[in-house]
């Protein structure tokens, strides 16, 4: 049984930074692809970056050039460096892990989910 658990989430001021982490355990996920997601209250869980299998990233635009998602696969872990962190960053972050190795928008295509880290930025 695989497990995902984030860590890394909090409250930081408008223009800080968090990295937030995911540990894998249960099964190594070299070849699947890894990803966030975020979900503010009222609204449906969205994509903010993945990393697939072969390392290639993908940024949602609302994050381009101030997340940076990164993935050590010996230690079975993932991250997201988040800069410059504006209110509308506030969410609930899901790591997820997708089999098929790709990054998907889809919530559906991914195997498995953590259990969330609360980020809330302050302005």
């Known amino acids: 049984q695989v497990q995902l658990v984030e860590s890394g989430g909090g409250l930081v001021q408008a223009g800080g930074s968090l990295r937030l982490s995911c540990a894998a355990s249960?099964?190594?996920?070299?070849?699947?692809?890894m990803a966030w997601f975020r979900q503010e209250p009222g609204k449906e869980r969205r994509l903010v970056a993945g990393?697939?299998?072969?390392?290639?990233?993908y940024y949602a635009d609302s994050v381009k050039g101030r997340f940076t998602i990164s993935r050590d696969n010996d230690k079975n872990t993932v991250h997201l460096e988040m800069n410059s962190l504006n209110p509308e960053d506030t969410a609930v972050y899901y790591c997820?892990?997708?089999?098929?190795?790709?990054?998907?928008?889809?919530?559906?295509?991914?195997?498995?989910w953590g259990q969330g880290t609360q980020v809330t930025v302050s302005s």
């Open positions: 990393i697939s299998s072969a390392g290639v990233a």
């Open positions: 249960g099964r190594t996920l070299s070849n699947y692809a």
């Open positions: 997820a892990a997708n089999s098929r190795g790709f990054t998907s928008l889809f919530g559906s295509s991914y195997n498995y």
